[in-house]
């Protein structure tokens, strides 16, 4: 089993910066790709930024330039480095992996449980 924990979320002003960490554990083999989604209240969910073995990183067009991804896999690790916040960031955060475990030849999704960002003065 593998498990996803994000951290790192909390209250912000506006114009500032926030680091997320998402960190996953259990029989972990290969992870293919982790992405960062996000939802506000009263919205769908929405991707954020991934990033996939060997393929360059991609982020929505409401957080580029702002908003920098970046994997870990020696430590199982994703980070979504948030700078320049606004309130319309203002969400739930949430991380998802497609990771290979111990005993199967494809990656499954995980899903971490969120950590709220609010964007505020």
């Known amino acids: 089993q593998v498990q996803l924990v994000e951290s790192g979320g909390g209250l912000v002003q506006p114009g500032g910066s926030l680091r997320l960490s998402c960190a996953a554990s259990?029989?972990?083999?290969?992870?293919?790709?982790m992405e960062w989604y996000r939802q506000a209240p009263g919205k769908e969910r929405e991707l954020v930024a991934s990033?996939?073995?060997?393929?360059?990183?991609n982020y929505a067009d409401s957080v580029k330039g702002r908003f920098t991804i970046s994997r870990d896999d020696a430590k199982a690790t994703v980070h979504l480095q948030m700078n320049s916040l606004k309130p319309e960031d203002t969400a739930v955060y949430y991380c998802?992996?497609?990771?290979?475990?111990?005993?199967?030849?494809?990656?499954?999704?995980?899903w971490g449980k969120g950590t709220l960002v609010t964007v505020s003065s």
């Open positions: 990033a996939s073995s060997g393929v360059s990183a």
């Open positions: 259990g029989s972990i083999v290969s992870i293919k790709s």
């Open positions: 998802k992996g497609v990771i290979v475990s111990e005993g199967y030849y494809y990656g499954i999704h995980y």
